[in-house]
């Protein structure tokens, strides 16, 4: 069997995340306070107990969900888990490093905590929008992004599905015309245009602190869901600073997967959506999704 680990990303939070984790396992636990000590604040407090609008802020979310990603991964890693590729969906490709050891875990906290900050702050610049668009394919919502104006396909995650991002204004627009064209789409809880050129000004807010990362190859292969590619440590800055303002391509990314003999799939992490946008690639591939106690038994079923 051929083991890919799926990490998730923003919009995978929920409060409670993590606290049966940590009742359960030691290194759960370690790696929460690790995080806490890391960015100076209890983030462990927030994701346990909330509020929910504390959690849900681009510059806290992120942290929290790498912290609790990696927690999940540890635990399951004690109780046998072995992979042979990594992969994250946006910010889960900072997990998927840790999880390959291409960088420390704390350092991954303080990177993300500025991404996050610098998203936040540039969507509070140019206040942007996203929508998930339903049952059309790729080139249909391309089309319908392009018809909008100052709208890009920002998330290809399974056939069937695609996230456009884009201005407030571009977003309405797009809203109006899928629902004059029959198209189902429902805006998404988000404040900016995230995967497009309008996250230009956070890129160039997070580069200094990704050139100031020395990153080692990864073992086992990273696999980009920005470049569909594995890609070695030289490529890694430029492959997340990228990821910025260029869409996700998840789809493509895990058909490149399973071109590389993956037949299981772990996510590992608040959530399971990705486990379900995996079997809308492929019927059949077996998922199996780790976030609680209850799920490391099926790690060995």
Request: with cysteine; aromatic share 4%; glycine share 10%.
């Amino acid at each position: 069997m051929t083991t890919g680990l799926l990490f998730p990303g923003q919009g995978a939070q929920a409060v409670g995340m993590g606290v049966d984790l940590v009742r359960a396992f030691p290194v759960a636990g370690e790696t929460f306070a690790a995080a806490d000590a890391a960015l100076g604040y209890p983030l462990s407090e927030i994701c346990f107990d909330g509020p929910a609008e504390r959690l849900t802020a681009t510059e806290v979310c992120q942290p929290a969900i790498l912290t609790m990603s990696v927690a999940a991964w540890r635990v399951a890693r004690e109780h046998g888990l072995e992979a042979d590729l990594v992969m994250g969906h946006s910010l889960g490709e900072y997990s998927a490093l840790v999880a390959a050891g291409a960088i420390d875990f704390e350092e991954a906290v303080r990177l993300v905590a500025e991404r996050g900050a610098a998203m936040q702050d540039a969507g509070r610049r140019r206040p942007g929008a996203m929508a998930a668009l339903i049952g059309v394919d790729d080139a249909a919502a391309v089309a319908l992004a392009s018809r909008a104006g100052d709208v890009w396909a920002a998330n290809f995650n399974c056939p069937g599905q695609v996230v456009v991002s884009g201005s407030v204004e571009g977003v309405d627009r797009l809203m109006e015309h899928a629902e004059q064209d029959g198209v189902r789409v429902t805006r998404l809880a988000v404040s900016g245009a995230f995967h497009t050129p309008l996250m230009a000004p956070a890129a160039d807010r997070l580069a200094p602190a990704l050139d100031a990362w020395a990153p080692t190859d990864p073992e086992p292969a990273f696999l980009s869901t920005t470049t569909c590619a594995v890609e070695p440590a030289t490529r890694l800055r430029e492959v997340l600073l990228e990821q910025l303002t260029s869409p996700v391509r998840f789809g493509d990314a895990v058909e490149a997967a399973l071109d590389r003999g993956v037949d299981r799939f772990v996510e590992l992490g608040p959530g399971r959506v990705l486990s379900g946008l995996v079997r809308r690639v492929r019927r059949g591939v077996e998922t199996v999704s780790v976030s609680g106690p209850d799920d490391l038994a099926k790690l060995v079923a």
